[in-house]
């Protein structure tokens, strides 16, 4: 008896979606709410849990075929009646080449367990994902693991060899190029940025800010944080405090266009921009305006793990009214960042480095960061960017006025 197996519901506004990873191949066991599949939509990755216990059928579908919402994609056998399925023998009886010096063709369905950010990976180091052990679910490949093989493979020292002719040179049209298809993800990123662009009036102002006081208060405080609340202290919980008090002070920035209208937002929910194994998110800490900064922590905490766990929903996505990039953290010196419409206006943040600045008419050096305001100039006003990007770095210079509210 076979069991259809169904794109399930994948949030509001989400019709389709694209296989990204058949994680259960045909003949293999799998188990009642196993995941089988993982499905790529705009914003997150989707696992599709099997509705049945058995044997995994025959898959309708291939990697990076779009499906629709409720489309059948695949097949669960019954596990008694398909012990001895023509799958299982096809796979079991298999002719074997014999091995040779050459590297034998890959079997199709060896390269579809491998997901879009592996195979990218293995692309960019050139290392052999067989010769590779995996951590992952059921021994499947990470990220993780082509980097760390990647990373041996340059520390290893080179085989002395002979003295070789110099090669041929190339054909001018055959260099080699590998194409690998854009993930739907990449190609949302792609849309919305250049929709950004084509839409909203940019504008980036910058300031500087001295992170002197931000850095002691953290390395005072940061052990007893720890312990109390079981979650590190860092810098985005002082920037996510500063933001709120900026947004309320200056609300044009925590607004939105929609149509011929402004809606303002009486709360701050703050878009976190997280780097994940297929590209860019951003999960919404919600309410930060209400938050402590061990609330912030652990949310921003949370949303990182799950960011390279895969496990992020569109839930944790929705919404956003202001967002906060952190470049520095990829040694980012200055950027310009982008708005994530329909938001107005995002932070973006930059490495801290020592730097000669003026204090009382003597130079001192000063852990110093670059802050960027990009913002809709439809929306918000020169004067207004100025003065929010202001309150945030009066705010980190001196965290006394998150405190008192100031």
């Known amino acids: ?49 099997s509705p049945v216990a058995g044997v995994m059928g025959q898959h309708l579908a291939k990697v990076g075929d779009n499906v629709a919402v409720g489309a059948v994609i695949a097949t669960v056998e019954d596990g008694v009646a398909a012990a001895g399925a023509a799958p299982i023998a096809e796979r079991t009886e298999a002719p074997v080449p ?16 491998l997901s879009p950010a592996v195979r990218r990976a293995v692309l960019e180091h050139g290392v052999d994902p067989t010769a590779i052990k995996g951590t992952g679910k059921d021994g499947r490949l990470t990220k993780e693991d082509v980097l760390a093989a990647a990373a041996a493979k340059s520390a290893a020292p080179a085989p002395a060899v002979a003295a070789a002719p110099a090669p041929a040179p190339v054909a001018s049209g055959d260099r080699g190029e590998d194409r690998v298809k854009m993930t739907r993800l990449r190609q949302t990123v792609a849309r919305r940025l250049k929709d950004a662009q084509n839409t909203a009036a940019l504008l980036t102002t910058f300031n500087d800010c001295d992170m002197s006081a931000v850095i002691e208060a953290r390395n005072t405080y940061k052990d007893a944080f720890e312990k109390k609340h079981g979650v590190r202290l860092g810098f985005m919980g002082f920037f996510a405090k500063a933001a709120c008090l900026a947004l309320k002070d200056i609300p044009a920035v925590n607004a939105r266009i929609e149509g011929d209208e402004i809606v303002y937002h009486p709360y701050v929910d703050i878009s976190v921009a ?30 990182g793990k ?75 006003d020169g004067r207004e960017a100025v003065t929010a990007l202001k309150i945030i770095k009066e705010a980190i210079e001196d965290p006394t006025r998150i405190l008192i509210d100031l």
């Open 1 to 49: 008896m076979s069991t259809e197996v169904k794109v399930p519901t994948l949030g509001e506004s989400v019709a389709e979606a694209t296989i990204g990873e058949w994680l259960k191949q045909p003949g293999e066991a799998v188990a009642l709410d196993e995941p089988i599949a993982s499905l790529e939509t705009d914003k997150v990755a989707v696992e599709v849990p």
């Open 98 to 113: 014999p091995a040779s010096d050459s590297a034998a063709p890959k079997d199709a369905s060896e390269a579809a367990v």
């Open 274 to 303: 997280v780097s994940a194994p297929n590209g860019l998110v951003v999960p919404v800490v919600r309410d930060c305006q209400d938050l402590s900064f061990a609330g912030i922590e652990k949310a921003i905490g949370d949303y």
């Open 306 to 380: 799950k960011a390279k766990e895969g496990t992020l929903t569109m839930a944790d996505m929705a919404g956003g009214t202001f967002t906060i990039s952190n470049g520095g953290v990829f040694g980012s010196l200055m950027s310009t960042p982008i708005i994530n419409p329909p938001q107005s206006a995002v932070l973006g943040l930059h490495r801290i480095e020592d730097r000669p600045v003026v204090r009382d008419g003597q130079i001192v050096i000063r852990p110093m960061m670059y802050l960027a305001l990009s913002y809709d100039h439809r929306l918000i």
